[in-house]
């Protein structure tokens, strides 16, 4: 700004300047005091490099007294051959100053500076108080005035950036969220439009970030049984990494889950796309089996599901063609893939429409966003609608069981903790809202029921609790696997084991029950043979004992309705909470 500045005055001060040399003898001073300042009247003021005063002479101190009249000079008479005419000092102009590069950088900060102030653009682009002044922030200790385009064109790590926000639906994202407009902005364009459009770049980068952390969704008003501690990434840290980065483009998309579930989900995504650009969706009617070369009037329906209405001549029969499409769709959704259309087929066939299983699979990648970045080299992973937990250490799952899990009227919450001790004959304190719904009445109904139950109802003051003592006939059974939570839920045993044989195994009231929990507490505990299963079910009718882990392990309840298998098969599971159908509403894909 202050080269700015100093460019102004030099360009409001300098001019072309003419000195006229005043022509007379040293014997007429008054006359050509006279004359000098007829000629100075007649000339227009020339500004000047330097000051230039006509002052009259100072006063002698002979002069007469002002009272006596001073005597009129004699008249000069000047020929015409004595006048010469005055030579002219011209001191010309310079040429227009130029746009040095900081000239340009002052400009390009003044113009952003103006953008970050002006309410009315900061409401149209949608930027919030916060990251509005996070982003003014960054911009304002920047290298560079603009961070994305430099001499009216874009950077490199701009070009890599967009391309990454068009191919945003490859990641379950809409690029419709990042709309660039401005992206084709001309080399001459003024400074402003390059620093709208910059910011515009930047705050594209920062949503898709966000959105691959898991912003998309307002979790709260989701479900409040959801509650993730989502990572959301910093502004500065988000723009310092991408448009500094050698590949911007997989700098961006490295803010997408990394994990190998997450991955076998993406490329599923773009198999159905490319295998199925357009597929229809039908809804076969029951009928006989279908070999080659029979009739059957559901086979145009077939032709029109896979693309054949215009393959043959003759739409009713059952051809080659139509039995290798059938075979494919058979072989991809794990049937056997003889051709034949059997009532399995059938039922396959009539099954979601390739944008409904688009949607179901963007829904699952969506709630791999919920998880940390990392969940531990070593950790627990409970699939609520598998009823499954697994152990991995590493890429290797080392011990895998049934459990069950919260009933539709109570459900487990999915959320990440980390598990720091185990608690062996615990007792258990019903919690709030069991006692609310369950134990309260049945006391007002039966003074008699928390005796008969083995409960022991606790006073402390106006307050009453319930607890069940250690036991083989306590609720949690014989172990209790603690990872702190606001939801007070964990995994434990059960005395009704006879439940993990059932399929479907919605039972509990919130908490995870475990499978075969000795051997769970060994893998967890045994490492070092310390705490063996063996050791573990010596401390049985002990009393509470508590046994502390060295090392905390992360527990991830998660809510996956569809998983690729370690053999590349995609299973799916029932949606039993509806969360699946939440989340597609909410990200307005296919019901």
Same mark, same amino acid.
């Given at each position: 700004m202050r080269g700015l500045r100093k460019t102004a005055i030099w360009l409001g001060l300098i001019g072309s300047v003419s000195l006229l040399p005043l022509a007379a003898s040293a014997e007429d001073t008054s006359p050509q005091v006279e004359r000098s300042e007829a000629i100075v009247a007649e000339s227009p003021a020339q500004p000047s490099f330097h000051d230039v005063a006509l002052q009259d002479a100072p006063a002698s101190k002979d002069v007469a007294s002002p009272s006596i009249p001073l005597a009129e000079p004699a008249p000069v008479s000047i020929e015409a051959?004595?006048?010469?005419?005055?030579p002219?000092?011209?001191?010309?102009?310079?040429?227009?100053?130029?746009?040095?590069?900081?000239?340009?950088?002052?400009?390009?900060?003044?113009?952003?500076? @103006?953008?970050?102030?002006?309410?009315?653009?900061?409401?149209?682009?949608?930027?919030?108080?916060?990251?509005?002044?996070?982003?003014?922030?960054?911009?304002?200790?920047?290298?560079?005035?603009?961070?994305w385009s430099q001499d009216g064109a874009w950077t490199p790590a701009a070009q890599a950036a967009m391309d990454r926000l068009k191919a945003a639906d490859e990641d379950g994202l809409d690029p419709a969220d990042y709309v660039l407009r401005d992206a084709g902005l001309r080399k001459d364009a003024p400074l402003a439009q390059w620093a709208r459009a910059d910011v515009k770049l930047s705050l594209s980068v920062i949503r898709y970030a966000r959105d691959a952390r898991g912003a998309r969704i307002d979790l709260p008003r989701l479900s409040p049984l959801v509650t993730p501690k989502l990572a959301m990434p910093d502004i500065g840290e988000v723009l310092s990494r991408v448009a500094s980065a050698k590949n911007a483009g997989a700098t961006l998309a490295a803010y997408n889950p990394p994990h190998a579930g997450y991955k076998a989900l993406r490329e599923r995504l773009a198999q159905l796309r490319e295998n199925?650009? %357009?597929?229809?969706? +039908?809804?076969?009617?029951?009928?006989?089996?279908?070999?080659?070369?029979?009739?059957?009037?559901?086979?145009?329906?077939?032709?029109?599901?896979?693309?054949?209405?215009?393959?043959?001549?003759?739409?009713? +029969?059952?051809?080659?063609?139509?039995? %290798?499409?059938?075979?494919?769709?058979?072989?991809?959704?794990?049937?056997?893939?003889?051709?034949v259309l059997n009532a399995q087929t059938v039922a396959a066939l009539s099954g979601p429409s390739v944008a409904q299983r688009e949607s179901e699979i963007i829904a699952n990648m969506e709630r791999w966003r919920w998880l940390p970045a990392d969940l531990g080299d070593r950790h627990i992973a409970v699939n609520v609608?598998?009823?499954? $937990?697994?152990?991995?250490?590493?890429?290797?799952?080392?011990?895998?069981?049934? +459990?069950?899990?919260?009933?539709?009227? %109570?459900?487990?919450?999915?959320?990440?903790?980390?598990?720091?001790?185990? +608690?062996?004959?615990? %007792?258990?304190?019903?919690?709030p809202s069991i006692m609310k719904k369950e134990i309260l009445p049945a006391l007002a109904a039966d003074p008699y029921y928390a005796a008969r139950k083995g409960y022991k109802v606790i006073r402390r003051g106006n307050q009453i609790s319930v607890q069940q003592p250690p036991g083989e006939r306590n609720a949690l059974g014989y172990v209790k696997f603690m990872f702190p939570n606001q939801h007070a839920v964990y995994l434990h045993d059960t005395p009704n084991r006879n439940l993990f044989s059932a399929s479907k195994r919605a039972f509990s009231h919130g908490c995870v029950r475990v499978d075969k929990?000795?051997?769970?507490?060994?893998?967890?505990?045994?490492?070092? @043979?310390?705490?063996?299963?063996?050791?573990?079910?010596?401390?049985? @009718?002990?009393?509470?004992?508590?046994?502390?882990?060295?090392?905390? $392990?992360?527990?991830?309840?998660?809510?996956?309705?569809?998983?690729?298998?370690?053999?590349?098969?995609?299973?799916?599971?029932?949606?039993?909470?509806?969360?699946?159908?939440?989340?597609?509403?909410?990200?307005?894909?296919?019901?």
């Amino acid at each position: 700004m202050r080269g700015l500045r100093k460019t102004a005055i030099w360009l409001g001060l300098i001019g072309s300047v003419s000195l006229l040399p005043l022509a007379a003898s040293a014997e007429d001073t008054s006359p050509q005091v006279e004359r000098s300042e007829a000629i100075v009247a007649e000339s227009p003021a020339q500004p000047s490099f330097h000051d230039v005063a006509l002052q009259d002479a100072p006063a002698s101190k002979d002069v007469a007294s002002p009272s006596i009249p001073l005597a009129e000079p004699a008249p000069v008479s000047i020929e015409a051959a004595d006048l010469k005419p005055a030579p002219v000092i011209e001191i010309p102009l310079p040429d227009a100053a130029p746009v040095t590069a900081l000239m340009q950088a002052d400009i390009g900060r003044m113009a952003v500076e @103006g953008l970050f102030a002006d309410d009315a653009a900061m409401r149209e682009l949608r930027v919030s108080t916060k990251d509005r002044e996070a982003l003014a922030a960054y911009y304002a200790q920047a290298e560079r005035p603009l961070l994305w385009s430099q001499d009216g064109a874009w950077t490199p790590a701009a070009q890599a950036a967009m391309d990454r926000l068009k191919a945003a639906d490859e990641d379950g994202l809409d690029p419709a969220d990042y709309v660039l407009r401005d992206a084709g902005l001309r080399k001459d364009a003024p400074l402003a439009q390059w620093a709208r459009a910059d910011v515009k770049l930047s705050l594209s980068v920062i949503r898709y970030a966000r959105d691959a952390r898991g912003a998309r969704i307002d979790l709260p008003r989701l479900s409040p049984l959801v509650t993730p501690k989502l990572a959301m990434p910093d502004i500065g840290e988000v723009l310092s990494r991408v448009a500094s980065a050698k590949n911007a483009g997989a700098t961006l998309a490295a803010y997408n889950p990394p994990h190998a579930g997450y991955k076998a989900l993406r490329e599923r995504l773009a198999q159905l796309r490319e295998n199925h650009p %357009s597929q229809p969706s +039908v809804r076969l009617p029951k009928g006989p089996i279908l070999r080659v070369g029979m009739k059957d009037p559901r086979v145009p329906l077939i032709r029109a599901r896979f693309n054949l209405a215009k393959a043959s001549d003759n739409q009713t +029969v059952y051809d080659e063609r139509v039995a %290798s499409a059938v075979a494919a769709f058979q072989k991809e959704r794990g049937l056997p893939d003889t051709g034949v259309l059997n009532a399995q087929t059938v039922a396959a066939l009539s099954g979601p429409s390739v944008a409904q299983r688009e949607s179901e699979i963007i829904a699952n990648m969506e709630r791999w966003r919920w998880l940390p970045a990392d969940l531990g080299d070593r950790h627990i992973a409970v699939n609520v609608p598998e009823y499954r $937990l697994r152990l991995t250490e590493g890429r290797n799952v080392v011990h895998e069981t049934r +459990v069950i899990v919260g009933k539709e009227q %109570s459900q487990t919450p999915i959320f990440s903790e980390t598990m720091k001790y185990l +608690v062996v004959n615990p %007792s258990w304190t019903i919690p709030p809202s069991i006692m609310k719904k369950e134990i309260l009445p049945a006391l007002a109904a039966d003074p008699y029921y928390a005796a008969r139950k083995g409960y022991k109802v606790i006073r402390r003051g106006n307050q009453i609790s319930v607890q069940q003592p250690p036991g083989e006939r306590n609720a949690l059974g014989y172990v209790k696997f603690m990872f702190p939570n606001q939801h007070a839920v964990y995994l434990h045993d059960t005395p009704n084991r006879n439940l993990f044989s059932a399929s479907k195994r919605a039972f509990s009231h919130g908490c995870v029950r475990v499978d075969k929990p000795f051997e769970l507490a060994e893998e967890i505990m045994g490492k070092d @043979g310390k705490w063996t299963e063996q050791k573990l079910r010596g401390l049985i @009718g002990k009393g509470e004992r508590y046994v502390h882990l060295t090392d905390p $392990l992360p527990v991830h309840l998660t809510y996956f309705t569809l998983a690729v298998d370690e053999k590349g098969d995609l299973k799916r599971f029932d949606d039993i909470y509806g969360l699946d159908r939440k989340v597609r509403a909410a990200l307005n894909l296919s019901e």
